[in-house]
């Protein structure tokens, strides 16, 4: 909350708690917590990417800030998830993009050459953006080892990439406060964008370090001496 009060604006905040079980814990009142923090994010961002399990979001649908409204709901599935919750194997994870009226959107970003030249003349009559079912495996055993950082949450860069590429362009920042692996930072690094992360976990803030080369020195100061 302390990050998101005193970030600059951005264009696009994605924000990918933990989910009330697990690492992390529980907490009694996780949605009005979980409120709370949509309601600054939003406060500072044109774009807000809200990752959870879909039974855990439908809390926060009645709660989408004055201003702001429900531009997707979507849907992560994955095939290769071991765990089985109340009988059936757990496949899917959502992500609610919420806007502000009137934003700009990119479908444009996902279109080859071919078709960019078609879309600039005018000869084609809808662009063809990315589906909102997002089918990508989890990155676990042998999948996307080379991707792999020992985070326990940690999402595939494909589908990160995917809501950086359709709310900003080139030079745009990102804001991630719970940032885990820093996913964000190495999409925002990719596709030239720049990115603001934070974690409350030390451990995890040194994962992202790692990951995206920064060093030490760096670092923010409030969570510099953290790493130490
Ligand atoms: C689901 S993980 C994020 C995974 C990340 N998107 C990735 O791809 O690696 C949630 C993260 O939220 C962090 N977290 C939990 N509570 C937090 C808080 N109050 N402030 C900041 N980070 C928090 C946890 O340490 C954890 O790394």
Redesign the pocket.
């Known amino acids: 909350?302390d990050?998101l009060a005193s970030a600059p604006t951005v264009k696009a905040t994605?924000l990918?708690?933990?989910?009330n079980r697990g690492?992390?814990g529980e907490r009694d009142d996780y949605n009005e917590w979980l409120a709370e923090?949509v309601h600054a994010a939003c406060h500072v961002s044109e774009h807000v990417f809200l990752?959870g399990f879909p039974e855990i979001l439908a809390y926060q649908i009645p709660a989408i800030p004055k201003g702001f409204r429900l531009l997707a709901w979507l849907t992560w599935y994955y095939k290769n998830c071991p765990s089985v919750v109340g009988g059936w194997r757990s496949a899917q994870n959502t992500c609610l993009h919420l806007a502000v009226d009137d934003v700009a959107v990119y479908p444009e970003h996902f279109l080859n050459q071919e078709q960019l030249e078609r879309w600039k003349s005018g000869k084609m009559r809808f662009i063809p953006g990315p589906t909102s079912v997002i089918e990508t495996p989890l990155n676990i055993g042998f999948v996307g080892k080379r991707e792999q950082?020992g985070?326990?949450?940690?999402?595939?860069l494909a589908v990160?990439e995917l809501l950086v590429l359709m709310a900003t362009r080139p030079g745009n920042t990102v804001l991630?406060?719970?940032?885990?692996?820093?996913?964000?930072g190495e999409a925002c690094r990719r596709l030239q964008r720049h990115t603001i992360l934070?974690?409350?976990?030390p451990d995890?803030l040194d994962?992202?370090c790692k990951r995206l080369y920064a060093r030490r020195s760096q670092v923010d100061d409030t969570y510099g001496s953290q790493l130490e």
């Open positions: 909350m990050t994605i990918d708690p933990w989910y690492i992390g923090v990752w950082t985070h326990p949450a940690q999402k595939p990160i991630d406060p719970m940032c885990g692996s820093g996913t964000t934070c974690d409350s976990s995890y994962i992202t």
